[in-house]
């Protein structure tokens, strides 16, 4: 049993159980603010009964014309509470809310091609690789360590604007592209 609800600024004290995960990228405080007051409604957390954060998912909407769409930032899970369709239901809200309110044409993300787990959920999901970006976490200056270069897959999933599916590729895998490509 979990809840459903906006992210709020609080809960920044409360998600360290989830932000010490190895997948998840944490940022700073001021970066989470933006979002929560530029996006609220594409910000939500599941929470437990007992008032513990389970997992969050952030996001936004933008682009131009056709590119127009919502983005996934971040979406994580804490470890104890994987495996339970939580990630599914953040992903739902955040697709419809990009469809519905923003009018998005696609809902896309970026996730490092190492993590096999999240690319096989995003697939069960129906993303689908749009790209591969050489060297995406690298170019972040997330403050890892300078040798985290990874690779990233741009995933993509058209939403009711894009009933013709313009906004995906059936070969994205070997489309490769720079991260100084990526606007």
């Not at 996006?39 to 969050?56: F, K, R, S």
């Not at 014309?65 to 994580?76: I, M, P, R, Y």
Request: proline content about 3%; some cysteine; hydrophobic content about 35%.
């Amino acid at each position: 049993m979990s809840v459903l609800r906006p992210f709020r600024a609080t809960d920044m004290f409360k998600f360290n159980n989830i932000n010490l995960d190895i997948w998840t990228e944490t940022y700073g405080i001021s970066f989470y603010l933006t979002y929560l007051s530029r996006w609220p409604d594409l910000c939500c957390v599941q929470e437990a009964p007992n008032g513990h954060m389970m997992g969050y998912v952030i996001g936004k909407a933008e682009g131009h014309g056709q590119d127009w769409h919502g983005h996934v930032t971040a979406l994580t899970v804490a470890p104890e509470y994987r495996r339970l369709s939580l990630a599914r239901k953040m992903m739902s809200l955040l697709e419809m809310v990009s469809d519905e309110t923003y009018k998005g044409f696609f809902v896309d993300l970026y996730v490092r091609c190492t993590n096999s787990v999240a690319i096989s959920m995003y697939e069960g999901l129906g993303y689908s690789v749009y790209r591969r970006v050489r060297e995406y976490y690298g170019s972040l200056g997330l403050g890892r360590a300078s040798k985290d270069e990874e690779d990233a897959f741009d995933m993509r999933k058209p939403l009711s604007r894009d009933p013709h599916r313009r906004s995906v590729r059936a070969n994205g895998r070997e489309f490769v592209v720079s991260a100084h490509d990526v606007s």
